[in-house]
């Protein structure tokens, strides 16, 4: 089945990796729409006898870093990255010789229910009638939550790690860990904020004010120190980072404001088109989460107790809407570099993605072992019941 156009060999994290592209409607809404093409990379050779996972090249989560896939998984499965329309030469030539800012039509042809069609006709190419594993981190992993809402019948697991669900947090009222510290790192910009809230691991709550403080210094010397850096350095021209932006805070600031430090760099990011949306409100793709209760297969829910972008607690919601799912919280923060860089991060990743029962059983002893897991349930009693 992969009689389609053959691109360059590139060195990626996970190995060699064979980029093809593929044609796809740019609107796949509009029954007259041009075509445009899409790319993804396929890590090795492809093995239709192996599972096959999914895993987006996500805007947002270019800033920071994407997902380390771990070279081991090549021999497991055929791992698929998905570029698609973010990363679409056509589409970004279309939108350059354009005069006018157009952003309503920038949101219509970017959104995360037009790449969830671009991912479903990628499985269609690749697999025909089989179901696919999804591999979702931080923002991408919300975009394969709403493929997945659109296309139960076509996954069978899907492994969700850290996954930026800002309204959740929003909406049910749950107090920010970063909320806590805003005041002691007063002196970071929301820039420097939003990357510092991304990449910490330590734990500020549960212990003395004194700990909590020494913590807190040595933290942000270090943060210093390593010069990370992710909102702090960019100036905001890629379209498709604007879109995500404003998809992902566009239900917790409908009308442009926010009072989260965190929060500013994604709001000042997607400006433009809350602009353009006051003046002319368009559809939002919002996500329906009661159409995972009709989710016949795994997901596992993976999440940093000590993450200061996202409560904790958004976790237990969404594992509240799947039938079958497994929550797994980790001594951590939201990017889990500590989980990442773990030796027992690969076999993890393999022991969930083939649902294998002694192999999970034995990742997690190792987990205990290392002090990784994180037992306790005491953030706050908040609990969505279906």
Known sequence: MLGFCLGLLLVLQSGIATIFSIQVPMDHFNSGSRKISIEYSISGSFDSSKLTVFYLEDPVDSVFGYLNIPIQLTDQFNLVSIKGRYQSRDLNDFFENRKAPDWDMKYNLLNQKQVAEDVELIRRELLGNEKVTLLGYSSSASVLHYYLSLYPDQVSTMISISPMFFDVEE????WNQFSFIEEKVEKLNSDRALDFAYFSHSDFFNSSKSIKDS??????????????????????????L???AFELIYNTSPFSETTSKTLESFLRAALPIFQTFKEKPFLVYGLNFDKWLEFEGKVVLIGGAFD?????????VLAEFYPNSTLIQLKDGHA????QSSPYYSDFLEAFILNRHTSKIKVYEELKKADLLYLKSDYNSVRAKN
């Open 171 to 174: 909406n049910l009222s749950f």
């Open 215 to 240: 913590l807190l210094v040595l933290a942000l010397n270090q943060f210093k120190a390593d010069k990370i850096s992710g909102f702090s350095k960019l100036q905001f021209k890629s379209i498709s």
């Open 242 to 244: 604007r879109v995500r």
């Open 308 to 316: 200061l972008l996202l409560n904790p607690k958004i976790l237990d």
């Open 336 to 339: 889990l570099k500590v989980f």
